[in-house]
């Protein structure tokens, strides 16, 4: 598994991605919504509203299933965030490209193996309402700002 760009890793740190990553996922766990309460299929313009309310435009890209926003220049930095959502999980990924160079574009779940260990999982947040995709996406968000603030200070 290669590393991550070390500017990149000096964000998340900095950011202390690993611990607000296991506060969300340990709420938005299997054990409080099993499998059998999950929102498996969910509605595209219910998930593209919640993304608008949030203040985000978000794009549907139907090929692959994934929603996006659109993405925002700071300085030297493009970013993006696209969602996963599958089977009543949200799978979550940012993408970084600095002066069109590809820093950062993999889901939230290989971050933590690449920070402490390849065997260190932290499992996607799960959901069984769209208040609970609304509570992830929000927390998402947030720390997204906060990712995005750390690496343009960095």
Do not use: C
Request: proline share 3%.
């Amino acid at each position: 598994m290669t590393e991550l760009h070390f500017k990149v890793k000096n964000a998340l740190l900095k950011m202390d991605f690993i611990r607000q990553y296991e506060e969300l996922s340990g709420h938005f766990s299997s054990e409080r919504t099993p499998s059998d309460e999950r929102l498996v299929y969910v509605e595209r313009d219910e998930v593209m509203s919640i993304i608008r309310d949030l203040g985000y435009s978000p794009m549907f890209h139907s090929k692959e299933k994934f929603y996006k926003i659109t993405e925002e220049q700071a300085d030297a930095f493009t970013f993006g965030f696209h969602i996963i959502l599958r089977d009543g999980m949200a799978d979550l990924v940012w993408v970084v490209r600095e002066n069109g160079e590809l820093l950062l574009g993999e889901p939230w779940g290989v971050y933590s193996r690449r920070l402490i260990d390849v065997n260190y999982r932290i499992k996607k947040p799960v959901f069984g309402t769209y208040e609970d995709l609304e509570d992830i996406l929000k927390t998402a968000f947030g720390m997204y700002e906060d990712f995005k603030t750390a690496l343009i200070h960095s």
